[in-house]
């Protein structure tokens, strides 16, 4: 059975740093395209990142990337969100995805496979 496990998220002041965790069974996460998505409340679903197996392209959503990076550990079949400089609009549930489509220009990673539970973050001002 696939399972995606995230962990990491938790309350931070505004300026704060967090890195959250994804750690994968029953799938090879670095054979795949993964992603980061963030749903904030009352809002839309907002992809963050995405990693395209196909040639190694990584895209970030304009609103992050200049302050989130993506990094994985192979070893331990898991990828991670780094978010620095954290602002209240970084309130919300993050997921990662994985074995999807991560074509571009954008950070969308299209007909997602797995998903994790998903970890709550929330950034106080």
């Known amino acids: 059975q696939t399972r995606l496990v995230e962990s990491g998220g938790g309350l931070v002041q505004s300026g704060g740093s967090l890195r959250l965790s994804c750690a994968a069974s029953?799938?090879?996460?670095?054979?795949?395209?993964v992603a980061w998505v963030r749903r904030a409340p009352g809002k839309e679903r907002e992809w963050l990142f995405c990693?395209?197996?196909?040639?190694?392209?990584?895209y970030y959503a304009d609103s992050v990337k200049d302050r989130f990076a993506f990094s994985r550990d192979n070893a331990n079949n898991t990828i991670f969100l780094q978010m620095n400089n954290l602002t209240p609009d970084g309130t919300g549930v993050y997921y990662c995805?994985?074995?999807?489509?991560?074509?571009?220009?954008?950070?969308?990673?299209?007909?997602?496979?797995?998903w994790g539970q998903g970890t709550q973050v929330t950034v106080s001002s």
């Open positions: 029953g799938i090879t996460l670095n054979k795949y395209s």
């Open positions: 990693y395209g197996i196909g040639d190694g392209s990584t």
């Open positions: 995805a994985a074995q999807c489509y991560c074509l571009g220009p954008g950070p969308v990673c299209n007909d997602v496979n797995y």
